[in-house]
T-cell receptor
Framework: EAGVAQSPRYKIIEKRQSVAFWCNPI?????LYWYQQILGQGPKLLIQ????????DSQLPKDRFSAERLKGVDSTLKIQPAKLEDSAVYLC?????????????FGPGTRLTVL | GQQLNQSPQSMFIQEGEDVSMNCTSS?????WLWYKQDPGEGPVLLIA?????ELTSNGRLTAQFGITRKDSFLNISASIPSDVGIYFC??????????????FGQGTRLTINP
């Protein structure tokens, strides 16, 4: 079974530029998550989708971050415009069901450096 | 918001030694999980704990869900080189609409001297 795929793996941009990350979850997984992991810290949830609907985006900085999952499969996370403090690894995760004893499987992440 | 205090932040041990790390919180969680993250990879689930007081083993790993539901520990016995990495605890909360939210600790970096 293929795991969670993310691209690109690395991205370097200058502040005020825009960037987008892509995630393809494990086939059949209804729930998709985006996390931000700053160096030396644990992952922090940004947004959670159930199929193509947003369940929790309470920690998403909506003035610059946006995410979508139009067909309930792939998802993109966008930052526009980027700030220096956005430098982090952006992890995508997916799980089969919604809630309960449901394991989240993580992708390898996209390492973003903002100069 | 919910926060997890994970300790120690780093450990330097000899191969074959046992390891112990723990997480505490002022918040109650309905599930505790332990993940391992290797460089350049996402976290991988090691152990999940679903009931207060539960003690679960996975090979050389043992973890417990605290009685108060506010803490958990992870033990690794007879460490080997491939145990090197960063270990994260995570507490799971049930949110509105039935969503489950993970809150991660800051990690314990394990280094093993052969």
């Amino acid at each position: 079974e293929a795991g969670v795929a993310q691209s690109p793996r690395y991205k370097i941009i200058e502040k005020r530029q825009s960037v987008a990350f892509w995630c393809n979850p494990i086939s059949g997984h209804a729930t998709l998550y985006w996390y931000q992991q700053i160096l030396g810290q644990g992952p922090k949830l940004l947004i959670q989708f159930q199929n193509n609907g947003v369940v929790d985006d309470s920690q998403l900085p909506k003035d610059r971050f946006s995410a979508e999952r139009l067909k309930g499969v792939d998802s993109t996370l966008k930052i526009q415009p980027a700030k220096l403090e956005d430098s982090a690894v952006y992890l995508c995760a997916s799980s089969l069901r919604f809630g309960g004893k449901d394991t989240q499987y993580f992708g390898p992440g996209t390492r973003l450096t903002v100069l | 918001g919910q926060q997890l205090n994970q300790s120690p932040q780093s450990m330097f041990i000899q191969e074959g030694e046992d390891v112990s790390m723990n997480c505490t919180s002022s918040s109650i969680f309905n599930t505790w999980l332990w993940y391992k993250q290797d460089p350049g990879e996402g976290p991988v689930l090691l152990i999940a704990l679903y009931k207060a007081g539960e003690l679960t083993s996975n090979g050389r790993l043992t973890a417990q869900f605290g009685i108060t539901r506010k803490d958990s520990f992870l033990n690794i016995s007879a460490s080997i080189p491939s145990d090197v990495g960063i270990y994260f605890c995570a507490g799971q909360l049930r949110m509105s609409q039935g969503a489950q939210k993970l809150v991660f600790g800051q990690g314990t970096r394990l280094t093993i001297n052969p």
